[in-house]
C-alpha cells in the first residue's frame, strides 16, 4: 500500500484565502518533492527538500520538511485561479523509488 | 518541458488482449519509470529501469512487464489486458533516481 499519505483529499478555496496541504509517512523520508497536475495534464516537479526542518518558498507557496523527516506541508497564501489542480506529495522510500500520496485537489471559486 | 514522448495517446483495447505502451526521451536519463493514475490513489509505481536492461517492480507489476534495449526507449507491455488495468499510464524520467522527475503526457488506455 500507499507508504505517503495527504490530506486533505480535496480542497475548495475562496479565491484570495490560504490554505494548507500535509503529507505524512510512516516511515523516515530521505527527500520530499511536491509536484503539480493541472486538470487534463502532467504532474511538473515544483520543489525537492532534503534536510530536516527544511523550508522554501516559491512566491506564494511555502515548502516545509518536518523535523523528524516524516511529514511535510505545502502552504499557499492569496489563493489564485491558477493554483487549482492537484498537488501531490512524494518521498524515496529506498532504492530509485517514489512513494506517491494520493493528492490534493484544489478548487477555486472567484 | 522534458523531451518525453509517449505512444499511443489514446487506445481502446479489448480484455485479453496483450498491450505495449512506448516512451522515449530525448535527454539521456539513466532512470525511467512506469505509473498508472486512478482517481484516489495516486500515482503508483509499476516498473522502474535503472539503466539498460535493468529493470525492477513497482509496488502493482503484476500483469505487466517492461523492456528497455536502448537508453531512450522504455516499453510496458499488458500481456493479456483486463478492464482493471484502464488507467491513465505516465512515463517520467530522471537523472538522480528517486529525485526530481519529468513526466511524459500520459497514454489514456481503455480496456473493454
Known amino acids: 500500500g500507499q507508504q505517503v499519505m495527504q490530506i486533505p483529499q480535496y480542497q475548495h478555496v475562496q479565491e484570495g484565502e490560504d490554505f494548507t496541504t500535509y503529507c505524512n509517512s510512516s516511515?523516515?523520508?530521505?527527500?520530499i518533492q511536491w509536484y503539480k497536475q493541472r486538470p487534463g495534464g502532467h504532474p511538473v516537479f515544483l520543489i525537492q527538500?532534503?534536510?530536516?526542518?527544511e523550508v522554501k518558498k516559491q512566491k506564494r507557496l511555502t515548502f516545509q520538511f518536518g523535523e523528524a523527516k516524516k511529514n511535510s506541508s505545502l502552504h499557499i497564501t492569496a489563493t489564485q485561479t491558477t493554483d487549482v489542480g492537484t498537488y501531490f506529495c512524494?518521498?524515496?522510500?529506498?532504492?530509485?523509488?517514489?512513494?506517491f500520496g494520493a493528492g490534493t485537489t484544489v478548487t477555486v471559486r472567484a | 518541458d522534458a523531451g518525453i514522448t509517449q505512444s499511443p495517446r489514446h487506445k481502446v483495447t479489448e480484455t485479453g488482449t496483450p498491450v505495449t505502451l512506448r516512451c522515449h526521451q530525448t535527454?539521456?536519463?539513466?532512470?525511467m519509470y512506469w505509473y498508472r493514475q486512478d482517481p484516489g490513489h495516486g500515482l503508483r509505481l509499476i516498473h522502474y529501469?535503472?539503466?539498460?536492461?535493468?529493470?525492477d517492480k513497482g509496488e502493482v507489476s503484476d500483469g505487466y512487464s517492461v523492456s528497455r534495449s536502448k537508453t531512450e526507449d522504455f516499453l510496458l507491455t499488458l500481456e493479456s489486458a483486463t478492464s482493471s488495468q484502464t488507467s491513465v499510464y505516465f512515463c517520467?524520467?530522471?537523472?538522480?533516481?528517486?529525485?526530481?522527475?519529468?513526466f511524459g503526457p500520459g497514454t489514456r488506455l481503455t480496456v473493454t
Open positions: 517520467a524520467i530522471s537523472d538522480q533516481g528517486a529525485y526530481e522527475q519529468y
Open positions: 516511515t523516515t523520508l530521505s527527500n
Open positions: 527538500l532534503v534536510k530536516s526542518g
Open positions: 512524494a518521498g524515496r522510500v529506498r532504492d530509485y523509488k517514489l512513494s
Open positions: 535527454e539521456n536519463h539513466r532512470y
Open positions: 529501469s535503472y539503466g539498460v536492461k535493468d529493470t
